[in-house]
């Protein structure tokens, strides 16, 4: 990188020669500089470009007399030739020259070397409408000469450059003309699919100066690109390549899910490969899935897949971390209008993989993270739906009401999560079917319609007093669970849901109790549809559990 300082002079008049031979940037640009000073004009500005050892903008008064025409441009330059190390003749090729509706005249060069450019060295003398040099603009390489003026001779040919251009990005011509002749409106256009070009260029790159061949390939088929790559022309190797072309784009990927369904991914292809990165939705951020690299650093690596089809077993856990985390999305977006977790559109990041044979998933307070299971207790637990509905409403309620992960608003919040998973995952009532004990059908983790058959209390009279848990959260919520069953079967999940959505990010608070979560509920229902049955069915469900 080119540092560059930006400095106002006003000047005095100081005699200065400057060799000519090798010497370093820092030399250079004291030399230069101090040469800078003997213009002897007040009130310039110089832009300075420390590791050429040159200005790369100057402005100001810069001349004492007119400098009228190319021929006194080149004047002019060979008197400043301490200043900007040129000379022009032997280093400057004139390319244009250009006079402006303000009356200024600019004079472009390109920097050579023995005729041979130099990458990107241009060079321009402004002059103001009264012919005094008003500016002298540019990126110059002095050093290129003096490093250059024994070297330049060429150890490969042309052609043999642009084939080492090709096998550095894998391809060759005869790949990307694939399509050629089937598109239509890009043959007549006159615009050809694939099109190779190289010239000689000294390219100056990390400090050093070389003969290269400049490759351009620019080709649609397999992917739009537009390589610059630059072949070492004594040696054939390649200095430096970027493709132009940003080679970054959402795609449509498929995948094989933990339960071996095939479902569609929202993916992005970068560098070649495709992502788990999801652009797609309405957000500020992107969902995003990665797999921990060993056992339990988090974030680990993004998962990626060279053909678009994520249908390894070992990808199955992502496959699904990542469809479901974007339907959990889509439900709080299109039922409440929430953009993501925090209703402000922030990444919704996964992490599988986690651990060794882990039978658990969790919200860390930033993101989802889900074990494999040990195969016999669990499968990967991304796998279920509801799981992942539980995981993300933890992080709706931390942004939301805030409940305390202890006690009586700790059991609220567990309830939620499990309320949601219900809502989310629409027609059942149990949470974690889908990967608890892949071997037994028919059994669950928690059953918000009957709390008791997983160990639950669903009443207030069985409330449990433990320090296990931070006080039984996983326990005690399946008293509101029950709860929020009862007023399901009464009134509906459609109006249920909006019910407790309003409750949780409306009326409830980080020390809500169950008590404060009954008033809660009765509020938003009122507030939604009046004194009527379902406020009634919220309220005969809280009595039924107990909790007035
Ligand atoms: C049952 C068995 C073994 C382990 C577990 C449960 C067995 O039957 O042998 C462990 N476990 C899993 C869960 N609860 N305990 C369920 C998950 C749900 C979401 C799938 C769960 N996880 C907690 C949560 O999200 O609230 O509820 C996270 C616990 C965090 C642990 N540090
Ligand atoms: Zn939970
Ligand atoms: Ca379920």
């Known amino acids: 990188m080119n540092l560059k300082r930006t400095m106002t002079g006003t000047v005095l008049a100081l005699g200065l020669t400057v060799g000519a031979s090798s010497i370093s940037a820092e030399e250079l640009g004291t030399q230069t500089l101090n040469a800078m000073k003997s213009m002897t004009h007040s009130n310039f500005q110089v832009?300075?470009?420390?590791?050429?050892?040159?200005?790369?903008?100057?402005s100001g008064k810069l001349s004492e007399k007119k400098v009228s025409g190319l021929h006194e441009v080149k004047q002019y330059l060979e008197e400043k030739r301490n200043v900007f190390q040129l000379d022009p003749d032997s280093d400057l090729e004139f390319v244009k020259k250009k006079t402006d509706d303000l009356g200024m005249t600019h004079y472009t060069f390109k920097q050579t070397v023995n005729g041979v450019p130099v990458f990107g060295a241009e060079f321009t003398v402004h002059t103001n409408k009264k012919d005094y040099v008003s500016a002298v603009t540019g990126a110059v390489h002095p050093q290129a000469a003096n490093h250059m003026k024994n070297s330049l001779t060429s150890g490969i040919s042309k052609n043999k450059a642009v084939k080492n251009a090709w096998d550095s990005i894998g391809l060759t011509k005869e790949q990307t003309k694939a399509d050629d002749g089937d598109n239509a409106s890009l043959s007549q256009s006159g615009v050809k699919n694939s099109a190779e070009n190289a010239e000689m260029v000294v390219y100056s790159h990390n400090g050093t100066n070389k003969l290269a061949y400049h490759v351009e390939l620019q080709f649609i088929y397999p992917k739009p690109a537009n390589w610059q790559i630059f072949v070492d022309a004594d040696n054939g190797s390649v200095i430096d390549s970027y493709n132009a072309v940003t080679d970054a784009e959402a795609t449509k990927g498929t995948g094989t899910g933990v339960l071996g369904d095939t479902k569609e991914l929202n993916t992005y292809l970068k560098n070649g490969q495709y992502q788990l990165y999801d652009v797609t939705n309405p957000m500020n951020g992107v969902i995003e899935t990665y797999t921990a690299q060993n056992g339990s650093t988090l974030p680990g690596a993004l998962v990626t897949d060279?053909?678009?089809?994520?249908?390894?077993?070992?990808?199955?856990?992502?496959?699904?971390?990542?469809?479901?985390?974007?339907?959990?999305?889509?439900?709080?977006?299109?039922?409440?209008?929430?953009?993501?977790?925090?209703?402000?559109?922030?990444?919704?990041?996964?992490?599988?993989?986690?651990?060794?044979?882990?039978?658990?998933?969790?919200?860390?307070?930033?993101?989802?993270?889900?074990?494999?299971?040990?195969?016999?207790?669990?499968?990967?637990?991304?796998?279920?739906?509801?799981?992942?509905?539980?995981?993300?409403?933890?992080?709706?309620?931390?942004?939301?009401?805030?409940?305390?992960?202890?006690?009586?608003?700790?059991?609220?919040?567990?309830?939620?999560?499990?309320?949601?998973?219900?809502?989310?995952?629409?027609?059942?009532?149990?949470?974690?079917?889908?990967?608890?004990?892949?071997?037994?059908?028919?059994?669950?983790?928690?059953?918000?319609?009957?709390?008791?058959?997983?160990?639950?209390?669903?009443?207030?009279?069985?409330?449990?007093?433990t320090n296990q848990d931070n006080g039984g959260v996983h326990i005690n919520s399946g008293i509101p669970n029950k709860a929020a069953y009862l007023t399901m079967e009464s009134i509906g999940k459609d109006k249920a849901e909006k019910i407790y959505y309003r409750a949780l990010t409306v009326y409830l608070n980080p020390y809500s109790n169950f008590s404060d979560a009954r008033a809660a509920l009765l509020q938003s229902a009122k507030d939604i549809y009046g004194q009527g049955s379902e406020y009634d069915g919220v309220a005969r469900a809280w009595d039924q559990i107990g909790v007035q």
């Open 306 to 465: 060279s053909d678009n089809a994520f249908t390894a077993d070992k990808q199955a856990a992502a496959v699904d971390a990542h469809a479901y985390a974007d339907k959990v999305f889509d439900y709080y977006y299109t039922n409440f209008d929430r953009v993501s977790y925090d209703d402000n559109g922030a990444s919704i990041r996964s992490t599988v993989h986690y651990g060794n044979n882990y039978n658990n998933a969790f919200w860390n307070g930033q993101q989802m993270v889900y074990g494999d299971g040990d195969g016999q207790t669990f499968a990967p637990l991304s796998g279920a739906l509801d799981v992942v509905a539980h995981e993300l409403t933890h992080a709706v309620t931390g942004h939301s009401a805030g409940l305390v992960y202890r006690n009586q608003p700790g059991a609220l919040n567990e309830s939620m999560s499990d309320v949601f998973a219900a809502f989310v995952d629409r027609d059942d009532y149990l949470l974690g079917e889908d990967v608890y004990t892949p071997g037994k059908s028919g059994d669950a983790l928690r059953s918000i319609s009957n709390p008791p058959a997983y160990d639950q209390p669903a009443h207030m009279q069985d409330y449990v007093e």
């Open 47 to 58: 832009v300075w470009n420390e590791s050429a050892g040159t200005p790369s903008f100057i």
